[in-house]
């Protein structure tokens, strides 16, 4: 993995994936906000990640706001979950 050569991080991909959750959750506090943020602009890797807990994020609480998740959306997203982490 590329990302082991950090010379423009102070936080590696490890420990930009542990946060990624929290961070997308804005539980994260504003001083551990910044070293993921200049990761994640000189990480494709990890953007994308972070992209995709987004997406996700929204796409759950909109289908949860207006209705039942439809059948199999959950493993799908489960599996997915599984496939990113
Ligand atoms: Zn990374």
Redesign the pocket.
Known sequence: MW?ANVEW?EI??GE??SLLERYVDDEVPLEAREPIEQ??V??????E?KEFRVRLQEIVRTKCRRAELPPGLEDKIRSALARTV
Do not use: G, Q
């Open positions: 990302c991080s590696d991909c930009v994936l990761h994640l000189e990480c494709p890797e990890c953007l990640r």
